[in-house]
């Protein structure tokens, strides 16, 4: 790749990273250093306006003050260390973390529009048995630095129009970084974005969509997949301790007319989850709630019982919802020839082109 980290990174593990900070932070950060607090705005508008790389393109503050702050911080920013590109314009970037693990984002242009499909965990443990990275395990969370630096790192991050978070992990299960990645996202002194933007994913971690419903104007979604929690748990065991029917009832609650949207996501199974019988169970559980319907195609994964529906099950299925109230849309594949399709991204270490490294 080619963008280079920040120089200042050459100084160690100690130095601390600028970026995943609020301007209160950096505030603080300015009188350590002996900067006056003003420059603290100043710091926040190099980072989350101009996306520098490094402190020194920082050429409102001070030479003596940049010099200070290189002493002990950097922006934090690193390229990602491998890129794969679909047939259809999707890109799929290899990021490393703080903690050393290695996770996938997915860069998704369409047309006026680009999306950014962004991780929140290294693997994730709830385990969902048709998900790659469910069958991974859990490698650990990532900071709050290790989200942004997807967005802030990734080529073509200025053309970015909406950021969903439905990479790898559970965003509900590690809520503080995520919390802070959007409100900092979202924040003035930050990316600046209306939170309309931002969407959310969760299996329904109930405490940690309770809580983010109290604290972030960001949209969600929810992973249903089958509307009979018996039969979902035989999908998804962290049906076991964050029960659908629990969920829904903490939805049913919410004001979902104004600027946050719920939609839920439902992959489509063919023989089973596709039938009449569930057709009408998903409009008895979400008639009742403003929302919609995503369903999605099921991309096979190695030794997965599983199997995708046919095309005409699912537009039958979209237009049964339809009709019976439940806005319901067929989402499109993307990038399913290098594994950047939904369910598909798996922690990996990328091997060297042909002929050596």
């Known amino acids: 790749m080619q963008n280079k980290r920040d120089d200042s990174s050459k100084k160690g ?146 053309k970015l129009t909406n950021i969903v978070f439905m990479g790898q992990g559970e965003p509900m299960d590690n809520l503080d970084a995520v919390l802070r990645a959007t409100q900092l996202l979202t924040a003035p002194d930050g990316w600046a974005w209306s939170p309309k933007r931002i969407t959310v994913s969760t299996v329904g971690v109930r405490k940690g969509v309770e809580r983010f419903l109290q604290e972030s104007d960001c949209h969600v979604a929810v992973s249903l997949h089958n509307p009979f929690p018996e039969e979902r748990l035989a999908m998804m065991p962290a049906e076991k301790a964050f029960g659908l029917l629990d969920l829904l009832a903490l939805l049913r609650k919410q004001d979902w007319s104004h600027q946050r949207r719920l939609s839920f996501e439902y992959i489509v199974f063919g023989g089973l989850n596709d039938s009449e019988r569930h057709a009408r169970e998903l409009v008895r559980l979400l008639a009742p709630i403003e929302c919609r319907v995503n369903l999605i195609r099921f991309h096979e994964i190695p030794d997965s019982p599983y199997h995708g529906a046919s095309e005409e099950k699912m537009v039958w299925l979209r237009d049964y919802l339809t009709h019976h109230g439940v806005t319901t849309t067929i989402r499109a594949s993307r990038g399913q020839d290098i594994f950047a399709a939904c369910g598909l991204l798996h922690s990996r270490t990328p091997q060297p082109p042909l002929g050596g490294a």
């Open 13 to 158: 593990d100690k130095v601390k990273k600028l970026l995943g900070m609020t301007l209160d932070e950096l505030k603080a950060v300015a009188t350590e250093v002996g900067l006056p607090r003003f420059a603290a705005k100043q710091m926040a508008e190099w980072i989350y306006g101009k996306h520098v790389r490094s402190i020194e393109e920082m050429t409102n503050l001070s030479l003596k003050g940049r010099s200070a702050l290189a002493k002990h911080y950097e922006i934090g920013c690193v390229p990602p260390s491998d890129v794969q590109q679909s047939t259809d314009g999707t890109a799929k970037y290899l990021f490393p973390t703080e903690s050393g693990q290695q996770v996938e984002c997915v860069y998704i242009p369409d047309d006026d529009r680009a999306t950014l499909c962004v991780s929140s965990q290294a693997g994730c443990r709830m385990g969902c048995r048709f998900c790659m990275t469910g069958r991974q395990g859990f490698g650990g969370n990532l900071s709050a630095t290790d989200i942004l630096n997807q967005v802030y790192s990734v080529p073509g991050s200025e």
